[in-house]
Nanobody, 121 residues
Framework: VQLVESGGGLVQAGGSLRLSCAAS????????MGWFRQAPGKEREFVAG????????RYADSLEGRFTMSRDNAKNTAHLQMNNLKPEDTAVYYCVARQGTVTIRDEYPYWGQGTQVTVSS
């Protein structure tokens, strides 16, 4: 599965961004999708995940409900809507995929190249 992210950029604190991930696979709906992020000097961390059907979502507790993940299986795309962004959300965001169930663990074998999100204070 090839994954291509888009939608990153520079935004002021309190603003919003919507990340998108386009997948190459025809059987997209059989893959759980997710987002991880890595800030400079920090470990990579789980952000959000969604099941193949889109009915189950998982989020990092630290997000406090500010992010929402969705998917459009007809278009082979997944999205991450990020609201009320904070400077600590600054990181490279990676789209990930795996067959089977969605998980918060770093057990996704397919990764995109990443897209930079920078939140200024």
């Amino acid at each position: 599965v090839q994954l291509v992210e888009s939608g990153g950029g520079l935004v002021q604190a309190g603003g919003s961004l919507r990340l998108s991930c386009a997948a190459s696979r025809r059987t997209f709906s059989t893959y759980a999708m997710g987002w991880f992020r890595q800030a400079p000097g920090k470990e990579r961390e789980f952000v959000a995940g969604i099941s193949g059907s889109g009915r189950i979502t998982r989020y990092a507790d630290s997000l406090e409900g500010r992010f929402t993940m969705s998917r459009d299986n007809a278009k082979n795309t997944a999205h991450l809507q990020m609201n009320n962004l904070k400077p600590e959300d600054t990181a490279v965001y990676y789209c990930v995929a795996r067959q089977g169930t969605v998980t918060i663990r770093d057990e996704y074998p397919y990764w995109g190249q990443g897209t930079q999100v920078t939140v200024s204070s």
